[in-house]
């Protein structure tokens, strides 16, 4: 495996049973921004970023900063999909991918968001799994670690289903979407 980080071979598409993830790709701001929209009261006490309603323009501009981050392989954003029957993307659900990521040490972060009314029915439980197989199997992981507030349960549930192990609560470790000290779970798979 080359240790440049640009020669690595990424797949642009991660298949599961019933979630299909995709590299954004210009073109996609517009829905994203509608479903960015619609999860606003879901995602507000936890995602900085979904404190506001994005217009298509400016979803549109993230969508393709992500790409770019995507192909310089500073950041691996992948948009969520239920996957449809004849295994084509279908309705977007939200957003996961490997954040954070250190090429040295070969750690990854996995984070995750989805519209309300698709919560609780497997998609990103089976993208961290996908994920994990991606950062472990194929980019040499030595660490993957999902962090989320300590009260977000949804979230804190999704990593021990998912085999993560809590490492500990970092006290006061950022600040929340209020501006006031949040305490950050830390959770940690290892090679």
């Not at 994990?132 to 980019?139: C, G, I, M, N, P």
């Not at 993560?164 to 609560?169: D, K, S």
Request: glycine fraction near 10%; aromatic fraction near 6%.
């Amino acid at each position: 495996m080359s240790a440049e980080p640009l020669l690595i071979e990424v797949p642009e598409r991660l298949d599961g049973q019933r979630t299909t993830l995709l590299m954004p790709r210009a073109g996609a701001g517009a829905e994203m921004a509608v479903v960015i929209a619609q999860s606003l009261p879901h995602l507000r006490p936890w995602m900085i970023w979904a404190q506001e309603a994005p217009t298509a323009e400016s979803a549109e501009m993230v969508v393709r900063r992500m790409h770019a981050d995507f192909i310089a392989r500073r950041d691996l954003c992948f948009h969520l999909y239920a996957r449809r029957d004849d295994g084509s993307p279908g309705r977007l659900l939200g957003g996961s991918g490997l954040h954070r990521i250190d090429w040295a040490v070969r750690k990854f972060e996995i984070g995750y968001w989805i519209r309300p009314d698709a919560g609780g029915q497997g998609h990103v439980g089976e993208a961290v799994g996908l994920l994990t197989a991606l950062a472990f199997d194929r980019l040499g992981a030595r660490r993957v670690e999902i962090r989320c507030d300590s009260d977000n349960l949804k979230s804190r549930a999704v990593a021990e289903r998912c085999g993560f192990e809590l490492e500990g609560v970092l006290r006061r470790d950022v600040l929340g979407v209020d501006g006031q000290p949040r305490d950050t779970a830390v959770y940690a798979r290892l090679s």
